[in-house]
């Protein structure tokens, strides 16, 4: 599944080459120059990363932050024109993961966005679920000693989830990701195949421990219960 990554810009020229070296990187990316309608995409998109200007119409970068945290532990790296030390510490502060002078290398800043990638969104290697054991390296779940029967479908879905710990992830991502759906088509394939999972790993899937519902907005899981 490719990485999605939001470049947030307001100078065109710069956030198209950007956008080119990031999907030529790999990468599914969108851009957008507006600080306000940067809060939609960003609700919409679902990115992995967020490419932060902030000098923007509307709200600025360093009000975008928090504001783009709400959602979730996106990771972040600045960019601005400026090279005051204050306004590199504040970016930090907030919560930015990484900080870039303009004008920069772009082979530089592509080194940075694997480097922030890997540091915020580790591979999981096996999920326990109470007495389920799910191991993604071999693709291949356990109830206590016995072997459980979870389809590739499922595992890729549970992988998912537990890579976005403490985020609620869309029914829309979630078809667009695991299903790779371009669109969101009215269907309940999500809401069916989480049903089907919970009567799989769940002690009780009518009061689910490990994967719940955040009504109106999709799943998240708590390994923990």
Known sequence: MKKRILVVEDDEALGWMLCDNLTFEGFEVQHVGDGNLALTVAREFAPDLVVLDVMLPG????????????????????????????????????????????????????????NVLRRSSPEVQQLILGRVTIDFQSMTARHGRGELHVTNRELVLLRYLAERPG?????????????????????????????RLRKKI?????????????RGDGYTITPEG
């Open 59 to 114: 709200r600025d970068g360093f009000d975008l932050v928090g504001l783009l945290r709400q959602s979730g532990p996106v990771p972040i790296i600045m960019l601005t024109a400026r090279g005051q030390k204050a306004d590199k510490l504040k970016g930090l502060k907030l919560g930015a993961d990484d900080y870039v002078t303009k004008p920069f290398d772009i082979e530089e800043l592509m080194a940075r966005v694997h």
């Open 167 to 195: 985020r609620v992830v869309s029914r829309h991502e979630l078809l667009r990701e695991v299903w790779g759906y371009p669109d969101m088509p009215t269907t309940r394939l999500v809401d069916n195949a989480i049903a």
């Open 202 to 214: 769940e002690p009780d899937p009518g009061n689910p421990r490990f994967v719940h519902t955040v």
